[in-house]
């Protein structure tokens, strides 16, 4: 089986987009509608809403970059050529 450096990158890339495209359905955009910490259509500030509204920006954002890294990596891994894996010891 011959292993190279971009088939390794290349799967990393894989995973990475995995689960950046998995994060993304869970949390969906970072750029979405906040709701300010306001439930419906009452004037009350809620703190775990806003809380709630932090955590879907954080996971957005991570899910989103994890995509691009992933997508980065396999780029990378076109453009390099075919070098060996050394040997692995039995």
């Not at 509608?33 to 009452?42: A, D, L």
Request: net charge negative; proline share 8%.
């Amino acid at each position: 089986m011959s292993d190279d450096y971009a088939r390794v990158i290349n799967i990393v890339g894989l995973a990475f987009n995995l689960i950046g495209v998995l994060i993304l359905f869970g949390w969906g955009m970072p750029f979405r509608v906040e709701s300010g910490g306001q439930i419906h259509y009452s004037i009350r500030i809620d703190p775990r809403e806003i809380a709630l509204d932090h955590i879907y920006i954080i996971c957005g954002w991570v899910g989103l970059v994890a995509l691009i890294l992933g997508t980065v990596l396999q780029i990378i891994a076109q453009l390099l050529p075919p070098t060996s894996l050394p040997p692995s010891k039995p």
